[in-house]
T-cell receptor, first 114, second 114 residues
Framework: DSGVTQTPKHLITATGQRVTLRCSPRSGDLSVYWYQQSLDQGLQFLIQYYNGEERAKGNILERFSAQQFPDLHSELNLSSLELGDSALYFC?????????????FGPGTRLTVT | AQKITQTQPGMFVQEKEAVTLDCTYDTSDPSYGLFWYKQPSSGEMIFLIYQGSYDQQNATEGRYSLNFQKARKSANLVISASQLGDSAMYFCAMIETSGSRLTFGEGTQLTVNP
């Protein structure tokens, strides 16, 4: 158990809908990272927050947004969902602005868009 | 831009034998970190081992060791005394310390045969 929690574990929804994925980092970790793992794109970095502020942005679509709250949990919002958004979404956390040693991954949320 | 290449989509090994999973990387940043993660069929990402670009010695963690050849830009994972539970997808990843995102390779599916 990495100490990072993600809810829900599974999510099935229809095209055009909006969903929110939630992540709680390890106690004391200030950085939260979101990754998407899909069959055709592999594992891709989406976005990083550090202590509430957006720190780095990767291949995140405009339909997607994220935020980190004062209690350090983070939410990834996916809207106008398309079939291609079906993927495993990981949250990871680390104590620092950059993961000098390692990032601790949560168990992931498996999103299925039908 | 940083890039990770894993050229072995699948590997097979007999139980109790050693296996090497290949990883090459490309970066212009002199300071970086290299990681290996294991992803079993359940989906979670499990950190295995880390090597910093300035580390003089190859990293080891139990049955895992990282064969780091800086001049060749390779960071192969060696698993000794393979166990059936080692069957999983293995990802090599890199972070440039000037950045904050992990870049992953495409993964190698390892199957350990009894």
């Amino acid at each position: 158990d990495s100490g990072v929690t993600q809810t829900p574990k599974h999510l099935i929804t229809a095209t055009g809908q909006r969903v929110t994925l939630r992540c709680s980092p390890r106690s004391g970790d200030l950085s939260v990272y979101w990754y998407q793992q899909s069959l055709d794109q592999g594992l891709q970095f989406l976005i990083q927050y550090y202590n509430g502020e957006e720190r780095a942005k990767g291949n995140i679509l405009e339909r997607f947004s994220a935020q980190q709250f004062p209690d350090l949990h983070s939410e990834l919002n996916l809207s106008s969902l398309e079939l291609g958004d079906s993927a495993l979404y990981f949250c990871a956390s680390s104590p620092w602005t950059i993961p000098v040693y390692e990032q601790y991954f949560g168990p992931g949320t498996r999103l299925t868009v039908t | 831009a940083q890039k990770i290449t894993q050229t072995q989509p699948g590997m097979f090994v007999q139980e109790k034998e050693a296996v090497t999973l290949d990883c090459t990387y490309d970066t212009s940043d002199p300071s970086y970190g290299l990681f290996w993660y294991k992803q079993p069929s359940s989906g979670e990402m499990i950190f295995l081992i880390y090597q910093g670009s300035y580390d003089q010695q190859n990293a080891t963690e139990g049955r895992y060791s990282l064969n780091f050849q800086k001049a060749r830009k390779s960071a192969n994972l060696v698993i000794s005394a393979s166990q059936l539970g080692d069957s999983a997808m293995y990802f090599c990843a890199m972070i440039e310390t000037s950045g904050s995102r992990l870049t992953f390779g495409e993964g190698t599916q390892l199957t350990v045969n009894p």
